[in-house]
């Protein structure tokens, strides 16, 4: 199956919105509370706070659509360093995918354009955050090229949890000419 994969914007703003609190209740609902659930999803997939980062320039957006036009998952990248400036780093922010679309190869898809993003920004770097116990999703990355290089805390609803920050080299900065 093959999927478009087309850049979002903030019209796109409310399928967005579904489509996270969707994706995101089917991966981790049975790991995490119903309150620290509804907290989570109503403040951070909230269609105010997706509309703001339409408008951010250091983020992007791309959708996956079926053909019938329909959204089946989706790409946020952050394009920024380190520090938090717009720089030589691309942190890939999201990589979300309804269920029914597991096995596709839309996620393949979605990873080549973060991948492909990446390099057309010329950055050295993609860097991303992982939960520990999702083990499909870092054998996945790990296959992509990305390595386990920390960790990090993560405050779901008031559940702080525990995640691997994980990346993929795309060329040493020290003999770039960048």
């Given at each position: ?5 087309i ?9 967005l919105a579904?489509l ?21 999803l109503?403040t951070?997939f909230?269609?105010e706070?997706?509309?703001d ?16 036009g329909?959204?089946k ?20 922010a ?6 029914e ?9 979605l ?38 290089t ?19 080299v ?9």
């Amino acid at each position: 199956m093959s999927f478009d994969i087309i850049k979002l914007n903030h019209d796109s703003a409310l399928d967005l919105a579904h489509l996270s609190r969707e994706t995101f209740k089917e991966a981790y609902s049975e790991f995490n509370t119903e309150e620290d659930m509804a907290l989570f999803l109503s403040t951070r997939f909230a269609i105010e706070k997706l509309k703001d980062e339409f408008n951010n320039p250091d983020f992007e957006f791309y959708g996956a659509v079926d053909s019938n036009g329909i959204l089946k998952g989706y790409l946020k990248l952050a394009i920024l360093d380190k520090y938090g400036r717009r720089g030589d780093c691309i942190e890939l922010a999201r990589i979300y995918i309804l269920r029914e679309a597991y096995g596709t190869g839309l996620g393949h898809q979605l990873m080549q354009k973060a991948n492909d993003r990446a390099l057309e920004l010329d950055a050295f770097e993609i860097s991303l955050i992982v939960w520990q116990e999702n083990e499909k999703a870092i054998r996945f990355y790990k296959k992509w090229g990305f390595e386990i290089t920390g960790t990090q805390s993560f405050l779901l609803g008031t559940d702080l949890q525990d995640d691997f920050v994980m990346t993929k080299v795309l060329k040493n900065k020290l003999t770039s000419n960048k």
